[in-house]
Every structure is written in C-alpha cells, then in structure tokens.
C-alpha cells in the first residue's frame, strides 16, 4: 500500500523579499543615556519608524529598478507607443510615499540632533549630551551616502560596485524614465551632490566639536538646520521628477 505524501508547508513571502532587505545593512543603533523623558521618548519612537520604513522603501527601491527602469527612454517608445510609460509614471506617483520614507526619516533624526544640540540646560546635564550619540543620529541620517561614515560590510559593497548611497538611489528610481538630459533629472542630480556635501560637512564639523561648550553646540546646530534644508530641497527634488 502507498503512504500518503508528507504535506510541506510552503512559504508565503517571496524569497525576493528577503533577498532585497539582506542586502542592506542594519542602522547604527543610537546608544542610550540619560536626557529628559520626553525627548527619550521621541527618540525611541523615531527608530521604530525607521526600520520599519527602512525595511519597506529600501526593498521596494531595490526591486523597482528593473521592472521600471528604461535603458533608454527615448527609443524604447520611440513607435508612438505612449501607453506604458504613462502607466509606469503613475504607479511611481503611487508608490512616491514609500520612495521618500527614507528622506522623511532622516529629516526625522536630525530634527532630534537638532534639539538634542540646542536643549536649555535645565533639561540635561551636560555630561549627559553624548558626543557618540550624535555622531550616530547624523550618520544614520546620512543613509551610507559618507565614505568616510560607512562600515566595513557597506564600504565592501561599495567597493563592488553596488550603489550603497540610499539617496542616489532614491534618484535613479525616480528619475529612471526620464532623458538624460531632462532638467527635472539633471536638477535632482545635481541637488543630490550638495545633499552629499552639506552631509560630509557636517559629520566632519561633528568630529572636530567639543560640544560641552555652549557655542560651539549652537554652531553645530546650525549646521544641523542647514542640512536638513538641503533635505528639504532635495524631497522637492525627487517630486518634480515624478510630477507630483
């Protein structure tokens, strides 16, 4: 008599998924100490959002690169064919939340640098303002796009030739079906260099500041505010590629 097959289970995610996510890194975690409840608090709650949102738009950024990217975007329609491309240029618009989490998270963990540089001192004692902590909230910020920033297992990526550097992807994929020389893309690429500039900037400045002193906390502040507009430009950036 013939026994019945043993039932497999079968798994229900695509093994892609798990293969896009263990391509990224984990985020330097921000080590802990002791500030006012209510920043802890906050600073708790934006790190959940992070690799949550890390988790989702990293692997969608890298799987939508070849299913909506075109080599060349001018021929590849050039038979007055305009309906696909009308249709990849709105699940793009569609899909635009999950292409920015990453920016909006960033903005996220310099605005908590930001208070944490420029907090009353009524709030912290000073031997409580953690210079590594910091260095560690503007490194994650930063999302692999410092040289100088990254670790070993992502600067040996870099070294192959896969694009580390979650901005410049962010670019790609937005800009993907556009010319080469269209000037919503040549725009993008070009607010995305001085996004890169305003970050080695300021985790250079953060190396060299001694920020147990007053001024000199308030001239990385700034910094900070100044990279977060860079930021900002950058978001608009991404949107006017995507015409939203």
Not at 28 to 42: A, E, F, G, Y
Not at 72 to 92: H, M, R, T, V, Y
Not at 202 to 210: A, K, M, Q
């Amino acid at each position: 008599m013939t026994l019945p097959a043993e039932p497999r289970v079968i798994s229900s995610f695509p093994s892609s998924t798990f293969t896009a996510l263990s391509l990224f890194p984990q985020k330097p975690t921000v080590s802990k100490h002791k500030i006012s409840s209510k920043l802890q608090n906050n600073l708790q709650n934006i790190r959940i959002q992070i690799s949550r949102r890390d988790a989702v738009s990293l692997s969608f950024i890298s799987l939508a690169p070849p299913l909506l990217s075109q080599p060349e975007p001018a021929n590849a329609f050039s038979f007055g064919i305009s309906g696909p491309k009308d249709w990849l240029k709105e699940q793009k618009k569609k899909s635009s939340n999950f292409l920015l989490a990453p920016v909006d998270a960033s903005r996220q963990i310099l605005n908590s640098a930001y208070l944490l540089l420029v907090a009353q001192e009524s709030d912290y004692s000073e031997k409580d303002l953690d210079l590594e902590e910091i260095q560690g909230m503007l490194r994650s910020a930063a999302r692999d796009c410092v040289p100088q920033e990254r670790n070993s297992f992502v600067t040996f990526q870099a070294n192959t030739g896969v694009e580390v550097c979650t901005f410049r992807l962010i670019v790609k994929n937005a800009a993907s079906l556009l010319d080469n020389k269209d000037p919503a893309k040549l725009e993008a690429e070009a607010i995305l260099n001085d996004l890169v500039r305003s970050f080695t900037s300021l985790n250079s400045l953060v190396g060299d500041t001694d920020i147990q002193i007053s001024s000199k906390r308030q001239k990385l502040a700034d910094a900070v505010t100044d990279t977060i507009s860079s930021l900002n430009k950058f978001e608009q950036g991404i949107k006017d590629c995507l015409e939203i």
